[in-house]
């Protein structure tokens, strides 16, 4: 009788999560704090209303929380310091109480359809790392209670439907080396703030409505190597500090409002690590600097339909290059030689895509076209004054899918090697 109600009560015990929690910790704090990440998992839980994968049903009773699919936990207290659902399907809210998980340092929702406000008791998450909320749906503000989380390293937004204008105090956050602000609808103007943010490498906010100037204090980001802002309605000029900025490889500036010229160290003293160069479809003027040249490291170079003006450099040494554009500007002046570039070009043997449609070149083409990289997919030099004959082996160019000659000077007839 005796036996059988002990081992009534030991199964009892070992049954019971809160009891096997106890066995496992000697504090009762830890054991406190334990429960509370376990609640607090299971009102996130409570707030998904879609779980494609199934994920979530072994969130149960069966298993420790920190051996639930996504959950990692620190070893010595049993805390949640990990919570990674990234692409599981899911679709809901973020619940409050996630503010709760007071060891978390990453929080990986990206890929998901999670939808409503960021709520902002995040701000209560001193320890976080790594905020990875891309790819979903979260709609309503920043909440500024994030700048909070005073240990935050990577900050990805990028692709919500946020909007409001970027919180000024995101600034505080000195350990902040990616802010991903992209593809939302955020208006207002870019924080002078955030040029406080002295670890940043990584800043976009690209398509999203902002408006006014590019802040002087951002050239304080000497760290920076990814610096995106296309797609807003940004206006006047690129602060010289920003092209001092020699850490940058990928600038994006395309599709804004913003105007001025281009200084002439451009890719030797300045960008001189340059990788991408995207400034298409703004207000630019003045030359293409000859130091472009310099930037070896130059593949995308791209300022499309803006109102540049005179010569284009030689190019020789780009040997990445595989993307250049600068079609709808005012380039050349119809004059004998100013296509020369164009046979600077046969050392990049990446170029793929060559554009100078819609400027005023004038000169003949010569046969060093025929010469130019055999990966080459589109060449596009319509609209110009281009006098002379095709190329007769421009048939050499085998993986050439568009070729625009047309509304030109050009006479004879068409080479046969067309056909290749
Ligand atoms: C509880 O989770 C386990 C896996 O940990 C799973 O096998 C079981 O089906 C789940 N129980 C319920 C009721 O979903
Ligand atoms: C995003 O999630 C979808 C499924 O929802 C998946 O097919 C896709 O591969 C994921 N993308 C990435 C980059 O993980
Ligand atoms: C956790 O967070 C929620 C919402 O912020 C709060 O209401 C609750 O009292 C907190 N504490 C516990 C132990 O769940
Ligand atoms: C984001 O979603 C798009 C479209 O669903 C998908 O193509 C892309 O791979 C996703 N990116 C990430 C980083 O999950
Ligand atoms: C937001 O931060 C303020 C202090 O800056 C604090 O008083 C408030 O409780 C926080 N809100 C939440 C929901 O944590
Ligand atoms: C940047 O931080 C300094 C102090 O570190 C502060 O005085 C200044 O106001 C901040 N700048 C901006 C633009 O917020
Ligand atoms: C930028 O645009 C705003 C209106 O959005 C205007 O007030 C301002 O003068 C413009 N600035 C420059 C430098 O063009
Ligand atoms: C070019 O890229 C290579 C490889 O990433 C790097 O080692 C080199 O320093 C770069 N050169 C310049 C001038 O940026
Ligand atoms: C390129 O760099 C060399 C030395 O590294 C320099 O002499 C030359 O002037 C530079 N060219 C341009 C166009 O800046």
Known sequence: ????????????????????????????????????????????????????????????????????????????????????????????????????????????????????????????????????????????????????????????????????????????????????????????????????????????????????????????????TFFALSANYLNGTIPPSIYHLSSIKFIYMHRNNLHGTFPPGLGHTMFSNLEIFNFHTNQFTGPVPASISNASNLSLFCISHNKFTGKVPNLAHLSNLYWFAINHNNLGNNVEGELDFVSSLVNCTNLQILSISANNFGGVLTESISNLSTKLRGIYFDENQIHGNIPVRVGNLINLETLYFNDNLLTGTLPSSIVN
């Not at 990234?86 to 990453?106: E, Q, V, Y």
Request: net charge positive; hydrophobic share 40%.
């Open 1 to 224: 009788m005796e036996f059988s109600s002990i081992h009534i009560s030991i199964w009892f015990i070992f049954t019971q999560p809160i009891f096997l929690l106890f066995l496992f910790s000697s504090a009762s704090s830890r054991l406190a704090g334990n429960e509370v990440d376990r609640l607090s998992l299971l009102a996130f839980k409570a707030e998904i209303v879609t779980d494609t994968l199934g994920i979530l049903s072994s969130w149960n009773e069966s298993l420790h929380f920190c051996r639930w699919p996504g959950i990692t936990c620190g070893r010595r207290h049993q805390r949640v310091t990990v919570l990674d659902l990234r692409s599981s399907g899911m679709a809901g809210h973020l619940s409050p109480h996630i503010g709760n998980l007071s060891f978390l340092r990453a929080l990986n929702l990206q890929n998901n359809s999670f939808s409503h406000t960021i709520p902002p008791e995040i701000g209560r998450l001193f320890r976080l790392e790594r905020l990875r909320l891309h790819n979903n749906s979260f709609s309503g503000h920043i909440p500024f209670n994030i700048s909070r989380c005073s240990n935050l390293q990577y900050l990805n937004l990028y692709r919500n439907t946020l909007s409001g204008k970027l919180p000024t105090e995101i600034a505080s956050l000195s350990k902040l080396r990616l802010l991903k602000l992209g593809r939302n609808n955020f208006h207002g103007k870019i924080p002078p703030s955030f040029g406080n943010l002295s670890s940043l490498e990584v800043l976009s906010a690209s398509h999203n409505n902002l408006h006014g100037g590019i802040p002087n204090s951002l050239g304080q980001l000497k760290s920076l």
